[in-house]
Every structure is written in structure tokens, then in C-alpha cells.
């Protein structure tokens, strides 16, 4: 089996670090199966804007929690 390796849009990183029941337990599955999980420096742009003009609210520890104690597999790469 070929390792897998995903890159997470802005919703499903939210709805993963919010532990919300829309991200569906297949695709639970396929993130912790995963050989490495990735967000893109575009997706922490788009979450800053929106946050900025105030279509979106983050919490204050949104970083914390991306590159904290139980999510270390959520590489971010800039590139």
C-alpha cells in the first residue's frame, strides 16, 4: 500500500481542530491513517483574512492547537 499523504483545505483543518462531527468519520479515518498531514501557508492566509474582516472567528489559541501537544502530524509548508 503507497503511504498517503494529504494537504488539508481551511474547512476540513477547522472542522478537525474543532473536533466537529462534520468532518465524517471516513475522513477522520483517511487523516489519521495518513502518513503525513500538511495545511498550506494559502490556507493560513485565507483564515487570516477572513478572520481580519471579520467573517470568521478563531480562537485565540488556533496556533497552539495546529502545532501543539497531540496534533505534532499537521505539518504546515510554506513554500
Known amino acids: 500500500m503507497n503511504p498517503t499523504m494529504l494537504l488539508l483545505d481551511s474547512q476540513a483543518l477547522l472542522w478537525l481542530l474543532d473536533d466537529n462531527p462534520r468532518l465524517g468519520p471516513r475522513a477522520r479515518q483517511a487523516i489519521i491513517s495518513a502518513q503525513g498531514v500538511y495545511v498550506s501557508a494559502a490556507t493560513v ?30 505539518h504546515r509548508r510554506a513554500r
Open 45 to 74: 492566509w485565507e483564515l487570516t483574512i477572513k478572520t481580519m474582516l471579520g467573517k470568521l472567528s478563531i480562537p485565540a489559541d488556533f496556533s497552539s492547537k495546529l502545532a501543539g501537544p497531540g496534533t505534532a502530524q499537521y
